[in-house]
């Protein structure tokens, strides 16, 4: 089903209402317990961190795959924490879990398991690793929105997960990003961070939170997005109908939204 002109209209009309029906979309699809759509992906990274960050203030180390996109450290470091990254398998990739296995430790707090260019990582192993070792499996399906590794798809298997409907993602909106939670321990604390019951109080925290993370899209955002409370749910929007549909094209009007957000 392509987008149309009266479905941009809607998401810009919408407001709060098309953001709570995309976050239950994407909720459902990953059998998640909350989804949380914000700007990117880094942030929705940042966000988890700091939640986890929080509750154990004994581990500060997290493990990070040496092969990704560079936002993935600037997440870990702007949270305030030690990035340790970890050699990826020549297989596919992704980071090694022989290597994670190895250097886990009970200063570790979480992995970010960064599923790069749509092949899931081992999940079976990692999962195991960190189940036994008390850090957090995040996943990064960023790059792999729809994947599945055992029939399952990704973003469900961590304790948390971030999407990203970046313009050059299979999951796209314009730009945006969503915080995927599976395990219901962390939900108080991730809508403290995100103040999810006053969005844009939240949004604006979050968006000061994440200015380390890049000189130019996120750092920008809160001065340069029109209006992040109409963009978000537009992004959404314009992502749950785009993607995944053979042979649809990008309609004009997408690409003036688009070319809103050019800072
Ligand atoms: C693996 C991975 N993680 C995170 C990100 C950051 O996504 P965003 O631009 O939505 O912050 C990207 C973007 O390319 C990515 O490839």
């Known amino acids: 089903m392509p987008l149309t002109c009266s479905d941009v209209l809607r998401a ?4 709060p209402s098309a953001r709570a029906e995309f976050e239950e979309a994407i909720r459902a699809y990953h059998g998640s317990q909350a989804a949380f759509a914000v700007s990117s992906a880094r942030a929705a990274l940042w966000s988890a961190l700091c939640v986890l960050k929080a509750r154990h203030p004994g581990r500060n180390r997290v493990l990070l795959p040496a092969y990704t996109c560079p ?27 022989e290597q994670v296995e190895r250097h886990l430790s009970d200063r570790v707090l979480a992995v970010i398991a960064a599923h790069m260019f749509g092949t899931p990582c081992d999940l079976t192993r990692l999962t195991a690793a960190c189940d036994r070792t008390g850090a957090v499996l995040i996943e990064d399906a960023a790059q792999a929105c729809g994947a599945r590794f055992a029939g399952q798809v990704v973003g469900s298997f961590g304790r948390m997960a971030v999407l990203s409907l970046g313009r050059s993602k299979n999951l796209r909106g314009a730009s945006g990003g969503v915080l995927l939670v599976n395990d219901p321990d962390l939900l108080p604390g991730v809508r403290q961070v995100l103040k999810h019951e006053d969005r844009e109080e939240g949004t604006k925290k979050h968006e000061e939170g994440c200015a380390g993370l890049s000189q130019s899209r996120t750092a920008g955002a809160g001065k340069a997005q029109p209006s992040t409370a109409v963009l978000v749910p537009l992004r959404g929007l314009c992502a749950l109908r785009v993607s995944g ?18 800072w």
């Open 12 to 15: 810009c009309r919408a407001g």
């Open 71 to 97: 936002t993935v450290g600037r997440a870990v470091l702007a949270a305030g924490l030690e990035g340790l990254c970890v050699d990826v398998s020549a297989e596919d990739f992704n980071i090694d879990a």
């Open 245 to 262: 549909l053979p042979g649809t094209r990008e309609p004009p009007l997408f690409t003036a939204v688009r070319n809103l957000q050019t």
